[in-house]
């Protein structure tokens, strides 16, 4: 999809404010390989924080994944385009055939909600590759909240000091059935909502 002229220069200068802010990591940076995962309207900090390790990310094909997918280029990411509603089979197959080389980041309630709400797609890719879930938290210290958009997008503001936890590796046992998956899904969308305070 071609980006114009005037998404061109917000992407540049999306790059130019991200260079700003003024991250710091509480605790420790999870190990590579790790699924990150992380609400979709805190995304921008998360995606700027791993972009010094060529990570793979998750963006959906529609037309504003189309802007991200350019900013996330630029900044160094390698991506996988699509979501459970658009090519959800294939989009499971390519993160399950990388997710054990890298840092593979998902917007789990992404790309249209509901809001915080997991879907199943990082904890499919996990059980099949033994690959560990973290979850990240983020706390913006001054931001713009975009309440009329469906995931209260965070945008944070120059300078914004801006904090990321992670929680212990979450493993899935490869011999667990559906019901047993099912059960750690609401069990982690529950402790994610926790670290964010959603409660």
């Keep these: 999809m071609k980006i114009k002229l005037s998404h061109r220069i917000f992407i540049s200068i999306l790059k ?4 700003t802010w003024r991250l710091k990591v509480l605790g ?3 190990e590579k390989p ?4 992380f609400w979709h309207g805190f995304m921008l900090p998360v995606w700027k924080l791993f972009s010094d390790f060529e990570p793979f990310g998750v ?3 529609s037309h504003d994944g189309a802007i991200l997918s ?5 900044i160094g990411f390698r991506l996988i385009r699509g979501s459970s509603a658009t090519g959800g089979k294939e989009v499971i197959e ?3 055939g990388i997710a054990g080389q890298n840092y593979l980041l998902i917007t789990p309630d992404g790309a249209r909600g509901p809001i915080y709400k997991l879907k199943p797609g990082a904890f499919v890719v996990s059980q099949r590759t033994g690959t560990p879930i973290h979850i990240c938290c983020v706390q913006i210290s001054s931001k713009i909240i975009f309440k009329k958009s469906w995931d209260k ?4 503001l120059p300078f914004a000091k801006i904090r990321f936890s ?12 559906r019901e047993t998956v099912t059960e750690i899904i609401l069990s982690t969308e529950k402790k994610m909502n926790n670290m964010y305070c959603l409660k």
């Design 153 to 156: 997008f965070a945008f944070p």
């Design 34 to 37: 790790a699924i990150i995962v």
């Design 70 to 74: 350019s900013f996330l280029e630029k």
């Design 59 to 61: 963006v959906s094909k």
């Design 166 to 177: 992670f929680s212990e590796p979450l493993y899935l046992p490869k011999e667990a059935d």
């Design 16 to 19: 130019f404010l991200s260079n």
């Design 94 to 96: 390519e993160m399950t």
């Design 28 to 30: 420790q940076l999870p």
